[in-house]
């Protein structure tokens, strides 16, 4: 056994020695590193097939998501700072940074620890935090496959610090990191989680889709339950209907695996106050809104030819800004009209009825809370809702009507939206995510629904 070894070890040096001796006479150097080079781009390549996509795509399109550096408020022995508040809803520009670090750090393998430091934050809302825990988590599965195969790699921990405030536990522990990448949880009296979902888009399974549907309208109705409240039998069927649209939605746009839920509801009772706040998310990634639709994969040729007329007003006009508001974003708006879909599919559409029910949610007039809001996030494009623009009823000269939400004051699509809420940003978002913030109190939903 010994000499078999022995042999083996002898006939690998000579082809070891032969090849080198090759490259010399091609005039190229031997490179030790090369073979482990390769074995990297394996390990990616593999986990990119059975992972949400998340690292890859965001290598494919790092120059547009994060810029290739780690931005001033980083350090570079891997402490990094967790902005207040962490939020793509509130404080999407400090909140991508803070990704942008987690991520260069992890992808480039430049320190043995990093310390995910809480110290200056003091509220976490789930957008933010369950794109950190996807990028965190495929980066673990990404090193153990490393060490696996051995591939060498410097890092060694990730630790979480100043994580003890009551707000910041109360996420991590129920729906954030310490659920999602270390199983533990922790019950609160105060709040009710909906724990990330994975759904596979590859599945084409009906059952499991009405599955996602029933758990998050029963989510809905546990969380109003904690207020007295309940939705009304067609208020039920709208939300399943809605909830239902959204998801195909989100299954048609990705071109990865899966597509992700995610929620939590924290109640307050105070002597004067009795009220909550339902945060919701809803995320896939791959193909942006808008390269959904530009791209050669589109079936609904006619919607798309709408889009490029259109797309051909604003330019005349003069409406496109650079960086500001550009044909991603007009397309990304034009997406949420009435009727408008990707596919050839005669269906409802679920954007205009989600905003819609939001805003019933929300409140009208003088009625109307003043936080709540909804975001759509979808590549660069930006949209925000609030009820400052409320969904319009526009007839056509032949009488059929349909809905539009256009924010402006002329409710004309072919107008430009107000830049506050509609707009361009740096900041790429490597897919499409639905986040909604929903403050219920005594006074909802005793008129919304009633049959």
Not at 42 to 65: P, Q
Not at 137 to 142: A, N, P, S, V
Not at 428 to 436: D, E, M, N
Request: include cysteine; proline fraction near 3%; glycine fraction near 6%.
């Amino acid at each position: 056994m010994g000499t078999s070894k022995k042999k083996s070890s002898i006939r690998l040096n000579r082809a070891k020695k032969k090849w080198r001796k090759e490259l010399k006479r091609r005039g190229k150097k031997y490179d030790p590193n090369k073979n482990l080079q390769s074995k990297e781009q394996a390990v990616k390549r593999d986990l990119a097939k059975v992972n949400s996509g998340f690292i890859s795509k965001f290598l494919r399109e790092h120059d547009k998501t994060f810029p290739d550096k780690l931005s001033d408020s980083s350090r570079i022995n891997g402490q990094l700072f967790v902005p207040e508040p962490f939020s793509l809803l509130e404080n999407e520009k400090e909140s991508f940074k803070f990704l942008n670090d987690i991520f260069y750090l992890l992808d480039h393998d430049m320190t043995e620890n990093i310390l995910i430091d809480f110290q200056y934050c003091e509220n976490i809302d789930p957008d933010a935090s369950i794109c950190l825990d996807l990028i965190v988590g495929e980066f673990i599965r990404y090193f153990q496959a490393c060490r696996v195969r051995k591939v060498p790699k410097k890092l060694k921990n990730i630790r979480v610090l100043n994580h003890q405030k009551d707000s910041i536990k109360r996420v991590l522990y129920s729906i954030g990191a310490f659920t999602n990448l270390k199983g533990f949880k922790i019950k609160f009296s105060d709040v009710v989680p909906y724990p990330l979902k994975i759904g596979d888009n590859r599945s084409g399974s009906p059952e499991e889709k009405e599955v996602e549907i029933t758990e998050l309208v029963d989510y809905l109705r546990s969380c109003l339950k904690r207020m007295s409240k309940d939705l009304t039998p067609r208020a039920l069927r709208d939300f399943s209907q809605i909830i239902g649209e959204i998801l195909t939605n989100a299954e048609e746009h990705s071109t990865t695996q899966y597509r992700y839920s995610i929620g939590y509801f924290q109640e307050f009772n105070t002597s004067k106050n009795h009220y909550g706040y339902i945060k919701l998310v809803i995320l896939n990634f791959g193909d942006t809104i808008y390269e959904k639709f530009k791209g050669p994969n589109c079936r609904n040729l006619e919607v798309k030819k709408r889009m490029e007329e259109l797309s051909n007003k604003y330019t005349r006009k003069g409406l496109f800004t650079s960086r500001e508001f550009e044909e991603e974003t007009l397309w990304t708006l034009y997406s949420l009209q009435e009727g408008v879909t990707s596919t050839n599919e005669k269906r409802g559409n679920g954007s205009i009825r989600f905003i819609e029910s939001f805003f019933n949610l929300k409140g009208t007039g003088s009625k109307a809370d003043k936080d709540s809001k909804l975001k759509l996030m979808s590549g660069n494009s930006r949209i925000i809702f609030d009820g400052t623009y409320p969904i319009k009823t526009i007839k056509k000269h032949s009488g059929e009507s349909f809905q539009v939400m256009t924010f402006n004051k002329n409710s004309d699509i072919e107008n430009k939206p107000d830049k506050k809420f509609v707009n361009f940003v740096p900041h790429f978002f490597p897919g499409t995510i639905l986040t909604a913030r929903i403050v219920i109190d005594d006074e909802d939903l005793k008129n919304y629904g009633n049959d």
